[in-house]
């Protein structure tokens, strides 16, 4: 299995590199700024540092949306680059595409460079407002991402300063967070490529004022929200320890039947000095 499985990696790597033109690039540092309205608007600022190594003509960005959320005020910034921005919708997400161009004039692409994004929207019904608790459950940074992040700083402006709950899931990429008065803070180490970074929030329902923008649950939410999180950490935890375990074995696969031919699979050695006889 392991023979197999470095074989394929082998042959991967090399039809990667060999499609890919000899271009990369990293995206180094991500800051992500929510601001949470009493009205249950979701403001997001996004700004995302990118190192090129090749020419490029832009860069994506897909925004999941569930049903009953939309986004609207879409605005997009760059440092480094003229950006010009294209959006469509897609299979739930709404599918940015950033023309990045190094000339006023939008003539000529990028090449070899440093530049950073700026993205900012508005999200209608992300915020949910149960009869008991006001939540927010948000991919500071997701799955559908082409490549991992080098860290991300996230600051969450909240619409009241007491009652309010925060998770960070999952804990293994948290570096550090806090939450001091309105505002929280949080900082994550490297997350590779495939894996999510995601924020629960849980806000006093008395924070909320003429929500027109929020989507309104009728029913408790709190400990069913609670529980869900529990699930999903209690199964992360659960193919950390599968994939550990399987790593163990194989390494000591190979160990064991190393030993194993050693012990049983060899002829023993004969001290009878004459003809062989069996």
């Known amino acids: 299995f392991c023979i197999i499985l470095l074989i394929f990696i082998l042959f991967s790597t090399l039809t990667f590199v060999s499609a890919d033109d000899d271009r990369s690039y ?4 991500a800051f992500i700024e929510l601001t949470v309205g009493n009205n249950g608007l979701l403001h997001v600022d996004e700004q995302y540092d990118y190192a090129f190594d090749g020419a490029f003509n832009g860069v994506y960005r897909d925004i999941p949306l ?12 760059a440092d480094g680059a003229y950006p010009v921005l294209k959006e469509s ?38 915020v949910t407002l149960f009869n008991d608790v006001g939540a927010l459950q948000y991919k500071l940074w997701g799955d559908e991402w082409d490549v991992g992040v080098g860290s991300l700083t996230a600051i969450v402006n909240l619409p009241g300063a007491n009652g309010n709950e925060y998770f960070l899931n999952p804990q293994d990429y948290n570096e550090s967070s806090s939450l001091q008065g309105k505002t929280i803070t949080a900082q994550s180490s490297s997350i590779p490529k495939g894996e999510l970074y995601e924020l629960l929030l849980l806000m006093p329902i008395s924070d909320f004022n003429d929500a027109t923008y929020a989507k309104h649950v009728n029913q408790d939410g709190r400990e069913m929200i609670l529980k869900n999180l529990e699930d999903s950490i209690n199964g992360r935890n659960f193919w950390n320890t599968s994939y550990l375990v399987l790593g163990l074995l194989s390494i000591l696969s190979p160990i064991g039947a190393i030993f194993t031919y050693f012990k049983y699979g060899r002829e023993p050695k004969v001290m009878y000095d004459g003809i062989y006889e069996r």
Do not use: F, P, W
């Open 26 to 29: 990293t995206i180094d540092q």
């Open 66 to 77: 569930k049903s009953g959320e939309s986004i609207e005020n879409i605005q997009v910034a």
């Open 89 to 126: 919708d897609d299979g739930g997400y709404k599918h940015l595409k950033i023309y990045l161009y190094s000339d006023a004039a939008h003539t000529k692409g990028i090449r070899d460079c440093d530049v950073s994004v700026y993205i900012s929207y508005d999200m209608v019904g992300v």
